[in-house]
């Protein structure tokens, strides 16, 4: 990028563009050098600031509510099904006696996913989170060894990185979300035109993979080696299945 | 797309549904009209549901826009109320332009006279005075702060006609607030 001087002319040509933000770095910083020499450039600069204020100013119309009611019925409504709530404080108590038991990875088949709150629908948000973003992912990277570090100091605990590939589904990097107001790590992968997300945890019980369904999208929640793993995407469940006991089987092999 | 209808609509309302009263202003401020822009808005939305299954995760804002202002079109074409001015060709615009540079260094800075009270309605009134196509983008500028790019998909025009239309729009506001500050 140049360092050169930007004359007044150049500069009053720019003035909008620099304050619509459309100027690249280098040139804008040249731009706001050329205003300390530039007199009429600094008052077109007012003027089109104190245009804009004025904008900001102007009453901004919401959308009535027989309006937003309208546009809402022209969806097909979620159905809604009644789950079964369970407060965290008896989930955990009934989580120890299952293992106490000795049928600990059992349990994980009849429990909901564990953890307070509506942790499916959380899940399902950090999902649509990424894949409405214009980046899903905030370190793109098919290696492990690039996206496991981005995390370090990000998130409290190092997550366990796969690329799948070979499985078909390639790992197209990582992102951090927030579930149950905690930060967690989130791996993005890809299958066809699909994208599968992968929230994971340190969770030190064991649980086998278990199937939840919600608005359309699958979730598919289990405990390895250490982690949560609740797994999320639009495609069918049987592929998500198979995705789940492809990371299974590379966990199993590196435990 | 294989993807079953439940998890599309939880799409849309994700991604479209939060537009919606940036979608209803911009369609106030085009239409000039509350129930226009609300049937605008209705028909904009029933559009971009229907299309949805064609929208591949590209930003849900200009997406969305340019169906509203897709809509506004046909909507006028059908009841007959040209939408040429939508369609006015930028050379136009060219005409009283060098006039308009002119009077730009005489007046005292109308921008400027922006800051004090009252005069948000004569900002107003002189948007609602300008031709279809100026008001529209500087809209989608100053009140939605879309980027050049998202106007020019929005638009459906190049980079640099976002550029040099925006321009004489600006230019044309100033004209037009200098003109009513001088009547009152």
Known sequence: MTTTEMDCATAESLVDAYLDGELPVAEALAFERALESCPPVRRRLADARALRAGFQALAYHRAPAALAASVENLLPQPARRPAMRLDAGWMRMAATILIALGIGWLGGRYLPLPTGGDETAEIVAGYLRATMAERPVEVASSDRHTVKPWFSGKIDYAPLVYDLTTEGFPLLGGRIDLIDGRKVAVLVYRRNRHTLALFTWPDAARSAPTMDHRDGFAIEGWAQNGFAFRAVSDLAPDELKQFAAALGARLEADR | ?184
């Open chain 2, 1 to 184: 797309m294989g993807m079953i209808d439940p998890a599309l609509a939880a799409r849309f309302r994700a991604l479209v549904l939060p537009h919606l009263d940036a979608a209803y202003n911009h369609a106030r401020r085009l239409t000039r009209d509350p129930t226009e822009a609300q049937d605008l808005v209705q028909e904009s939305y029933l559009r971009a549901w229907r299309y949805f299954a064609s929208f591949h995760g590209e930003a849900a804002k200009p997406w969305l826009f340019r169906i509203v202002r897709n809509t506004f079109v046909s909507m006028r074409d059908k009841r007959g109320e040209a939408t040429a001015p939508l369609e006015l060709a930028d050379v136009d615009m060219d005409v009283g332009l060098a006039e308009l540079h002119g009077m730009s260094q005489a007046a005292p800075s109308p921008e400027r006279v922006l800051m004090e009270a009252d005069t948000r309605r004569l900002l107003e009134e002189s948007l609602d005075a300008l031709a279809l196509p100026l008001r529209e983008i500087l809209l989608l500028r100053e009140v939605e702060e879309l980027s050049y790019k998202e106007i020019a998909t929005i638009l459906d025009i190049a980079i640099g006609t976002v550029m040099s239309r925006l321009a004489r729009a600006r230019e044309a506001l100033a004209a037009e607030l200098r003109r009513r500050m001088k009547e009152s």
